[in-house]
């Protein structure tokens, strides 16, 4: 089965300062699973070129597909398309395209010199097409530029993913139990070692309220044709510890 890989960077200052809250990387994230493309990177990097050619260069090289947010809007630090066309050593150059949606777009008089950098990018690349403001993004090679508006960026990494080689969907099984993860941590070790195509994560949790916690276990795989044989150990060894379980 093939399995391609996706990394992503999220450039902006405003996400490590803490004054914006990135949602981004986590929509990605969950489209991509469900796309069958196994994420493997995500890094938050500052509006900065050298880190951003570095970064991409990289990227780039690891991943069959990289997922850039922010950074391609029409304000002096808005510098990620002049980034990825050195990262590639393409001319950065109005895309004529661009230049044409963005003109029809606006009122007359309204398409100014900020709003036409929206149209710089590298030469070469393809238009990301945007329904909702209509600046689009780009593709370059296996780069995908996209906005760092959340509503803007959703809606056209949609339409990006239905065009991309695709694996299947990651399989993925949760498993609540009442028992304490100290309690399962070396039954679960040992059913990780009998599994090494599945992904066996447990993640603790605590009700204040009512004074009772317990341990969902998580199962996935890329790989496996099935996780029934992981859920049936689980839960059996849930059993042998008295404990009760139940399928989230």
């Known amino acids: 089965m093939s399995l391609f890989t996706a990394g992503i960077l999220i450039i902006g200052d405003e996400i490590l300062s803490g004054r914006t809250q990135d949602t981004n990387a986590n929509f990605i994230a969950k489209n991509l699973t469900l796309s069958g493309i196994k994420l493997e990177e995500i890094k938050v990097i500052q509006d900065q070129k050298n880190i951003i050619v570095d970064s991409v260069k990289l990227?780039?090289?690891?991943?069959?597909?990289?997922f850039t947010t922010g950074g391609i809007g029409p304000t002096h630090d808005d510098i990620t398309s002049e980034s990825i066309s050195e990262a590639f050593n393409k001319?950065?150059?109005?895309?004529?395209?661009?230049?044409?949606?963005?003109?029809?777009?606006?009122?007359?008089?309204e398409f100014n010199k900020s709003r036409q950098r929206m149209t710089m990018m590298p030469k070469d690349a393809q238009l990301i097409y945007n329904p909702m403001t209509a600046a689009p993004g780009f593709i370059l090679k296996n780069v995908f530029v996209l906005p760092g508006v959340p509503k803007i960026m959703e809606v056209m990494l949609i339409n990006v993913l239905k065009n991309l080689k695709k694996?299947?969907?990651?399989?993925?099984?949760?498993?609540?139990?009442?028992?304490?993860?100290?309690?399962?941590?070396?039954?679960?070790?040992?059913?990780?070692?009998?599994?090494?195509?599945?992904?066996?994560?447990s993640y603790?949790?605590?009700?204040?309220?009512?004074?009772?916690?317990?341990?969902?276990?998580?199962?996935?795989?890329?790989?496996?044709?099935?996780?029934?044989?992981?859920?049936?150990?689980?839960?059996?060894m849930i059993k042998l510890n008295g404990g009760n379980y139940s399928i989230v």
């Open 59 to 66: 990227f780039s090289k690891k991943y069959d597909y990289v």
């Open 91 to 109: 001319k950065y150059e109005i895309n004529k395209e661009a230049f044409n949606i963005l003109k029809k777009y606006y009122p007359e008089g």
């Open 167 to 201: 694996g299947k969907p990651k399989k993925i099984m949760t498993i609540n139990t009442n028992l304490y993860e100290s309690k399962i941590a070396p039954f679960l070790k040992d059913i990780q070692k009998n599994y090494q195509e599945c992904s066996i994560g």
């Open 204 to 236: 603790p949790y605590f009700n204040f309220l009512s004074k009772t916690g317990g341990v969902n276990i998580v199962m996935s795989s890329w790989t496996m044709s099935s996780l029934d044989d992981v859920e049936k150990e689980i839960i059996e």
